[in-house]
């Protein structure tokens, strides 16, 4: 059974830049068939698509968010990571890593909660 | 950016009944619409993908229907576990959310 985890620090200050990994268990970050992606959602808010990236390192961004946003790839390490720099508060969310088949989630990390405070 | 709008934004509804979830694009989209469901605290679960088809494991009582630029989620008969936040997304550009339809207990 695949498995995703988001890890990384739940708290933030203001103009610094947010990193989390993602561990996937269970299957290959190198298959062909998918990408992987990350998926934010303020607290009480709907949902919003970050960023993707293939196993090669082929990458898409959100177009709002592509000037602050890096997606790379470890496939030594079964993992993928997101850094989001020059963080407000605006950028308080949950924050999820997914699979991607043909731009459709799914499967998803449990969410981690990053907070952009001083 | 293709938006997404859903409706209603509350729906309050009785275990047993019928619900009919209404998703919106500002474009076509052709079929390429999913539907997920979120209950509290956990990660959103893709119920229908491309318009219509129910991913793996998903009750026969959730179905999907539309193209073009309207999309309905129904649940035919509703259990006590259906209720939760239902979200569309498209994938016909770089990927959109609606803002989510809470089906609620009456």
């Known amino acids: 059974q695949l498995q995703l985890q988001e890890s990384g620090p739940g708290l933030v200050k203001p103009s610094e830049t947010l990193s989390l990994t993602c561990t996937v268990s269970?299957?290959?970050?190198?298959?062909?068939?998918?990408?992987w992606g990350w998926i934010r959602q303020p607290p009480g808010k709907g949902l919003e698509w970050i960023g993707s990236i293939y196993y090669s390192g082929s990458t898409y961004y959100n177009p709002s968010l592509k000037s602050r946003v890096t997606i790379s790839v470890d496939t030594s390490k079964n993992q993928f990571s997101l850094k989001l720099s020059s963080v407000t508060a605006a950028d308080t969310a949950v924050y999820y890593c997914a699979r991607l088949v043909a731009t459709i989630f799914d499967y998803w990390g449990q969410g981690t909660l990053v907070t952009v405070s001083s | 950016e293709i938006v997404l709008t859903q409706s209603p934004a509350t729906l309050s509804l009785s275990p047993g009944e019928r619900a009919t979830l209404s998703c919106r694009a500002s474009?076509?989209?052709?079929?390429?619409l999913a539907w997920y469901q979120q209950k509290p605290g956990q990660a959103p679960r893709l119920l229908i993908y491309?318009?219509?088809n129910r991913a793996t494991g998903i009750p026969a009582r959730f179905s999907g229907s539309g193209s073009g630029t309207d999309f309905t989620l129904t649940i035919s008969s509703l259990e006590p576990e259906d209720f939760a936040v239902y979200y569309c997304q498209q994938r016909s550009n770089w990927p959109t959310f609606g803002q989510g339809t809470k089906l609620e207990i009456k």
């Open positions: 491309d318009a219509s």
């Open positions: 474009q076509s989209v052709s079929s390429y």
């Open positions: 269970g299957g290959s970050i190198s298959s062909s068939s998918y990408y």
